[in-house]
């Protein structure tokens, strides 16, 4: 084979970090390869599959209507497409000129984060509101005007106690008639979330395929409202409107029809049970090294109900540096180091049968 990885020279990586999308973000389950393999062999009417395809993921959801896009990113940019223009087909090639449309998604201060430029990058204006201390329902009450498309909310670990609950900002969206989207792109497990934030009254959830899902890497999941999916629908692929560079084949979309039906079949206790016992596994081997205290940290980095192990360094070592020997060194392993504390922090979702103990005899060669 000369199209492997080692004919180009690139080193395999064990991922004891996240499903980060630099790392390739999750391993492929053998369903949605396999569906994709199928899928690869026969053409078909890609408007026919991506409905029947969004009919099927949406009953098995529990959701009214579903998309399936290249990744979450690209669900939230087309998300934010269809709440600016509605069912207007007139419409399809405005972008990213919005002048005299409705332009402006209300986001609280505190949820700001990188990948909220999908919504900015198709024209539309991010009008924030609150401060970092906090929101409050006036502050969206009167950012509220007749320009508004949409409220933008992201699931993750940047919620605080502070800022305006979903429920609130749902209940004041519904009095003006306005779609609450939620990036959930890393909120799985848990599975029930993948209705959760609709039965809530969100119009729109956004996940990624490529993370616990463990469908396509590039794929995503628009779950929600029949109207604003059809809408989503006209200006993806293989329609010519904004979400054409962003296209979608018939391998992503069997892939992670596939992969849902895995992951709401998955049992998700003795998952849950099988991370607990590489975290002790874990925390039992370091805690033999002297200066060195590994524990249980729940939940975890994105705010998922998984534990992880977090390494306290003490004085001798450097969190960066230990990341980057354990990068540099043989075989390469990422980690991620604490962005609080002089700590770095071990993931047991993403290691593969094996790798554990790998992870951790490198740890105690380089700490001991
Ligand atoms: C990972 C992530 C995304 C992007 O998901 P992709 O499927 O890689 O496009 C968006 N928002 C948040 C909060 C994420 O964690």
New binding site residues.
Partial sequence: MTSNYASLGIRPVINANATL?KLG?SLMSIEAREAMQTAAHQHVDLHELQQKVGKRIASLTKNEAAYVST????G?LLATAACITGKDESLKYVFPNLDGLKNEVIVQKMHR?T?DYAVIEIGAKLIEIGNEDGTSPDDLQEAITDKTAAIFW?Q?VMNQPSELALTTVIEIANKSNIPVIV?A??QLPPVSNLWKFTKMGASLAVF????DLAGPQAS?LVLGKKELIETIRMHGAPNHSVGRPMKVGKEEMMGLLAAVERYINLDHAARSSLFEERVSFWNNGLNKIKGISAERDFPNE?GQPEPRTIVHLGEHFDKDDIVEKLFAGEPCISVAASETTNAILLNPMTVQEGEAEIVLNRLIEILT
């Fill in positions: 999308t973000g990744g979450a990113a690209a939230l984060n990948y992201f993750g990036d792109a890393a990624s395929g490529g993370k995503g994105a």
